[in-house]
């Protein structure tokens, strides 16, 4: 049994039409007319199947195609928000892969012990309304549902208005559901499959995450009459952190990946000596220790800089998830449903969050990746070819119905 790789096909145009960039990418930002117009396709397609949909409080989307006993469903989730100018795989491609299983099912004329459910989760990615991931965290019990709704967006917009406005607001709680698995395809975001000719990637788990704040207090004064030997410039010694978070990663080797994102000066003129200089610091790593080990190296990095300078600064390491090991029982029927498809696969860590890390959270999850082009993603140049998709679509099929049991 196999996917139908032309009908999938179409349906990535279809939906990738909503929101194309002139670029051939994609700009569907959450709650916005565009996503509206791209929910509505997918209901229209998730009814044509048989699916019974619901919308809950956070506007995510279900689609339930039953089961031969009432049970837990297999539920499989990705998201089709985008970011500005971002790409027709991420997210898109995950509901497309979960819609196509369900077609398949019907046309393999498949009964299957628990339901199978597509799940569509609202603004995952976290372009316009932050935290990204929101709707499933909310679902998770992560997010107060309140907080969810007073989020607001670069222009004051509420998200729960928005949500009301696309008339996405729904009337199911949005709470912990329980499931016998949830599946989601993603594409990768990063070169490994395609470098080492991986048609899927199974996914053992996403890596701990920790993000720090640092804000370095200088003296500002005039770029002219000011002798170099009395100054205490915080952008120099934020130069000196940017230079030090990227040797931490250097030094400390294996997978570790250390950034620094986000930086503002002040007053940021051409003729004043910074005083004030704030940077962001995120560093990622499978295992929680080598975090621990990342931070402390950090700490002494930040008061070195600022000891040659002079300055004073604030290092506050304010948010932190531990590793997300994915349920071994959904990792295997992913593993026997790849082996399955003949297609080549291995395994393979998540560097970036997903819903499925919520979902996590609150049942057993799993995720299986395709390969992106380059590496690319967040982009129009976004790509994952057909043939692979195929195969991860395959997998995504087969892996479901191991543990939804046919009958
Ligand atoms: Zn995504």
């Given at each position: 049994?196999?996917?139908?790789?032309?009908?999938?096909?179409?349906?990535?145009?279809?939906?990738?039409?909503?929101?194309e960039t002139p670029r051939g990418g994609l700009t569907r930002v959450a709650l916005t007319d565009d996503d509206r117009r791209g929910r509505d396709l997918m209901v229209r397609w998730m009814?044509?199947?048989?699916?019974?949909?619901?919308?809950?409080q956070m506007g995510n989307i279900f689609g339930e195609r039953v089961g031969a006993e009432r049970l837990p469903p297999v539920m499989i989730g990705s998201h089709i928000d985008s970011v500005?100018?971002?790409?027709?795989?991420?997210?898109?491609?995950?509901?497309?892969?979960?819609?196509?299983?369900?077609?398949?099912?019907?046309?393999?004329?498949?009964?299957?012990?628990?339901?199978?459910?597509?799940?569509?989760?609202?603004?995952?990615?976290?372009?316009?309304?932050?935290?990204?991931?929101?709707?499933?965290?909310?679902?998770?019990?992560?997010?107060?549902?309140?907080?969810?709704?007073?989020?607001?967006?670069?222009?004051?917009?509420?998200?729960?208005?928005?949500?009301?406005?696309?008339?996405?607001?729904?009337?199911?709680?949005?709470?912990?559901?329980?499931?016998?698995?949830?599946?989601?395809?993603?594409?990768?975001?990063?070169?490994?499959?395609?470098?080492?000719?991986?048609?899927?990637?199974?996914?053992?788990?996403?890596?701990?995450?920790?993000?720090?704040?640092?804000?370095?207090?200088?003296?500002?004064?005039?770029?002219?009459?000011?002798?170099?030997?009395?100054?205490?410039?915080?952008?120099?010694?934020?130069?000196?952190?940017?230079?030090?978070?990227?040797?931490?990663?250097?030094?400390?080797?294996?997978?570790?990946?250390?950034?620094?994102?986000?930086?503002?000066?002040?007053?940021?003129?051409?003729?004043?000596?910074?005083?004030?200089?704030?940077?962001?610091?995120?560093?990622?790593?499978?295992?929680?220790?080598?975090?621990?080990?990342?931070?402390?190296?950090?700490?002494?990095?930040?008061?070195?800089?600022?000891?040659?300078?002079?300055?004073?600064?604030?290092?506050?390491?304010?948010?932190?998830?531990?590793?997300?090991?994915?349920?071994?029982?959904?990792?295997?029927?992913?593993?026997?449903?790849?082996?399955?498809?003949?297609?080549?696969?291995?395994?393979?860590?998540?560097?970036?969050?997903?819903?499925?890390?919520?979902?996590?959270?609150?049942?057993?999850?799993?995720?299986?990746?395709?390969?992106?082009?380059?590496?690319?993603?967040?982009?129009?140049?976004?790509?994952?070819?057909?043939?692979?998709?195929?195969?991860?679509?395959?997998?995504?099929?087969?892996?479901?119905?191991?543990?939804?049991?046919?009958?």
């Amino acid at each position: 049994m196999r996917i139908d790789r032309k009908r999938l096909a179409q349906s990535i145009d279809e939906l990738g039409k909503i929101g194309e960039t002139p670029r051939g990418g994609l700009t569907r930002v959450a709650l916005t007319d565009d996503d509206r117009r791209g929910r509505d396709l997918m209901v229209r397609w998730m009814r044509e199947a048989g699916l019974r949909v619901t919308v809950d409080q956070m506007g995510n989307i279900f689609g339930e195609r039953v089961g031969a006993e009432r049970l837990p469903p297999v539920m499989i989730g990705s998201h089709i928000d985008s970011v500005p100018t971002g790409g027709k795989y991420d997210g898109q491609l995950g509901v497309l892969c979960g819609l196509e299983t369900i077609r398949a099912l019907d046309q393999h004329r498949v009964r299957t012990r628990h339901p199978v459910t597509l799940a569509i989760f609202t603004n995952e990615e976290g372009a316009r309304f932050q935290p990204a991931m929101i709707a499933s965290g909310v679902m998770a019990g992560k997010i107060p549902l309140e907080d969810a709704y007073n989020a607001r967006d670069k222009d004051g917009l509420r998200l729960v208005d928005e949500l009301e406005r696309i008339g996405y607001l729904g009337a199911e709680p949005c709470v912990p559901r329980p499931f016998r698995a949830y599946l989601e395809l993603h594409i990768e975001q990063g070169p490994v499959l395609e470098e080492e000719g991986f048609a899927v990637g199974i996914v053992d788990g996403i890596v701990a995450i920790s993000w720090s704040r640092l804000t370095l207090h200088g003296v500002q004064d005039h770029a002219g009459p000011t002798p170099m030997r009395i100054r205490h410039d915080a952008l120099v010694a934020a130069a000196d952190v940017v230079a030090g978070v990227r040797s931490i990663a250097r030094e400390l080797g294996g997978d570790v990946v250390t950034t620094v994102g986000n930086l503002t000066v002040q007053p940021n003129i051409v003729n004043a000596i910074p005083g004030t200089v704030t940077l962001s610091i995120d560093m990622r790593d499978p295992r929680s220790e080598t975090l621990d080990t990342a931070r402390e190296r950090l700490d002494a990095t930040v008061k070195d800089a600022c000891a040659r300078e002079g300055v004073r600064y604030e290092l506050e390491h304010y948010w932190r998830v531990p590793y997300t090991p994915f349920a071994p029982d959904v990792v295997a029927a992913i593993e026997r449903a790849a082996a399955a498809t003949g297609a080549r696969h291995r395994h393979i860590l998540s560097g970036a969050g997903h819903d499925a890390q919520y979902m996590a959270a609150i049942g057993p999850a799993g995720m299986i990746f395709v390969p992106s082009r380059d590496g690319r993603s967040h982009c129009e140049e976004e790509f994952t070819p057909m043939d692979d998709i195929e195969h991860g679509a395959t997998t995504l099929f087969l892996a479901a119905v191991d543990l939804a049991g046919r009958v």
